[in-house]
């Protein structure tokens, strides 16, 4: 490890036992005390950070979406460690609804404490319990790259939910693709992270300049904590491509309408 690299490590780790205490347990407790993976335990690798995934899905918000004649095939963005899938997965079974989840994530390094190569392993050997496999497909692509795979193929979604990066550049290709399916499948497009939309943040700034401004300057950012918080790539994605959400909410999910 060069000097660079370490130095990194040795700043994650205190800033993980300072503000992520949860995080480098966990980091502690998998990688180093016992590691499943590498032990090949049947066991469930879970996130002990976040207790109750219906913060970003609501199943019973949803149900009446997940309802298909045929089978009703999922695409999701952005994988990380597959709660969603999963949890969908499960749900889906229990009910004797036929589905199939793709999951697209290129689980690229993004400079945490744990590697993305690290929940790429802990994803697969999830997704290798309870016969998992058979129903959800992953592609370890950028969605730019699934998307422009999935038109070639002519491949239908009945679902898409987007939550993969939340930079503008990135949101804007998720949205434009899905708006695509939407009108040529009727495809139902979730959203995750729009925690505001553009109207409702200019009645919190009062300020179209200033609030203009720090949009420009955030193209590039996944998170801003200011007066509120919120992901502006997100935002920036609905308004630039004038898209219609739903006001209800399921989970930190809105829907296109
Ligand atoms: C918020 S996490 C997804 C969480 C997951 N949907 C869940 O609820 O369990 C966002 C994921 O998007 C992935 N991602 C980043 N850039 C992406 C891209 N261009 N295409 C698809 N996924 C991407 C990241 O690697 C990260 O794992």
């Known amino acids: 490890m060069d000097l660079t690299k370490l130095s990194r490590k040795i700043y994650l780790i205190i800033r993980y036992i300072l503000y992520e205490k949860y995080a480098f347990v966990f980091f502690f407790f998998y990688k180093l005390v016992i590691d499943p993976i590498k032990f090949k335990f049947k066991l469930e690798v879970k996130n002990p950070f976040i207790k109750n995934r219906t913060i970003y899905i609501n199943i019973d918000k949803i149900k009446k979406f997940l309802i ?10 952005g994988t990380n460690l597959g709660e969603f899938s999963f949890k969908l997965h499960d749900y889906l079974l229990k009910k004797k609804i036929k589905f199939k989840i793709i999951s697209v994530d290129p689980f690229l390094h993004d400079f945490r404490f744990v590697s993305k190569s690290y929940i790429y392993k802990i994803f697969k050997h999830n997704l290798s319990l309870k016969n998992r496999s058979k129903n959800i497909k992953h592609l370890k692509l950028k ?11 002519k491949f239908k ?10 930079l503008y550049k990135d949101v804007m290709n998720d949205l434009k693709f899905s708006i695509d399916y939407k009108k040529n499948y009727k495809t139902e497009v979730f959203l995750d992270d729009l925690d505001y939309t553009y109207e409702e943040l ?44 739903s006001n209800k909410k399921y989970g930190s999910l809105s829907r296109v309408i």
């Not at 298909?68 to 963005?77: C, D």
């Not at 979604?157 to 939340?166: A, E, K, M, N, P």
């Not at 919190?204 to 502006?232: E, G, M, R, W």
């Not at 935002?235 to 959400?245: D, F, P, S, T």
């Open 157 to 166: 979604f009945d679902l898409i939910f987007i939550d993969g990066s939340h």
């Open 202 to 245: 200019l009645k919190i700034y009062k300020n179209k300049k200033v609030l203009d401004n720090l949009l420009k300057k955030s193209l590039k950012i996944n998170y801003i904590k200011d007066k509120v918080n919120f992901h502006p790539g997100t935002l920036l994605g609905v308004k630039e491509l004038n898209i219609k959400m």
């Open 68 to 77: 298909k004649k045929k089978t009703i095939k999922i695409l999701e963005i």
């Open 143 to 153: 969605s730019l790259d699934a998307f422009k795979f999935f038109k070639k193929k």
